[in-house]
């Protein structure tokens, strides 16, 4: 967006037009933040905030001066320069991003064996256990609970209980596209709960 106001200064003929650009304008010239401050310094005007009225005031820069400053040799260097840091940055990133996605796609995911009643009095336990401790709910769980709800908490004490989801969550904590990572392997998990148990409702939500 170019931003035009009449110069403080009169010319013989007629007031000058000037035109400014805001940061926001220049980032989609190819400039960064850095860029800005080494090159552009502080903003020629500032004026109020026409998005955000509350907001900080807009940081104006004369186009007329940053023309000059990108026809700069300087510049044009340091563009290239972090041009190629951002591509190289953005490659390593989606590298550990597939790093991350290639460890949960290889991960042994083990489903313990037991029989449906077992299963169905361990799931009510440990769920009226957790919101005894963690919640305000006061009904309980038992074998004669809603269906969907017991194969819901089923499923959900298998996963966090029974297998090693935690364990593979805590060590992909913070890596590089865990929040993929993390549906891809709570996917994968679910999948061999229902492959084991299929009297469990998978549509339970």
Same mark, same amino acid.
């Given at each position: 967006? =170019? +931003? $035009?106001?009449?110069?403080?200064?009169?010319?013989?003929?007629? @007031?000058?037009?000037?035109?400014? &650009? $805001? /940061?926001? @304008?220049?980032?989609?010239?190819?400039?960064?933040?850095?860029?800005? !401050? =080494? #090159?552009? !310094?502080? %903003?020629?005007?500032?004026?109020?905030n026409i998005v955000y009225r509350s907001g %900080?005031?807009?940081?104006?820069?004369?186009?007329?001066? &940053?023309?000059? &400053?990108?026809?700069?040799?300087? #510049?044009?260097? /340091? *563009?290239?320069?972090?041009k190629r840091y *951002?591509?190289?940055?953005?490659?390593?990133?989606?590298?550990?991003?597939?790093? $991350?996605?290639d460890y949960v796609n290889s991960v042994h995911i083990k489903v313990p064996t037991m029989d449906k009643e077992s299963l169905i009095e361990l799931a009510c336990a440990s769920y009226n256990?957790? +919101? @005894?401790? #963690?919640?305000?709910? *006061?009904?309980? /769980?038992? %074998? @004669?609970?809603?269906?969907? #709800?017991?194969?819901?908490?089923?499923?959900n004490y298998l996963r966090h209980e029974c297998t090693r989801y935690e364990k593979e969550l805590d060590k992909i904590f913070g890596a590089v596209g865990v929040q993929e990572a993390h549906d891809i392997l709570k996917e994968r998990v679910n999948n061999a709960i229902f492959e084991k148990y299929d009297w469990l409702i998978r549509d339970y939500h």
């Open positions: 967006m =170019i +931003h $035009t106001c009449r110069s403080a200064l009169k010319t013989n003929k007629r @007031d000058r037009k000037e035109e400014y &650009i $805001t /940061a926001s @304008d220049l980032k989609k010239r190819g400039w960064t933040s850095r860029l800005i !401050g =080494i #090159f552009a !310094g502080e %903003p020629d005007k500032l004026e109020k %900080p005031k807009m940081k104006l820069y004369l186009l007329k001066r &940053i023309r000059k &400053i990108e026809k700069t040799k300087k #510049f044009k260097e /340091a *563009k290239e320069k972090a *951002k591509e190289s940055a953005i490659k390593s990133a989606e590298t550990k991003r597939q790093r $991350t996605l256990e957790w +919101h @005894d401790r #963690f919640s305000k709910i *006061k009904e309980k /769980a038992s %074998p @004669d609970s809603d269906e969907k #709800f017991i194969s819901r908490i089923c499923v």
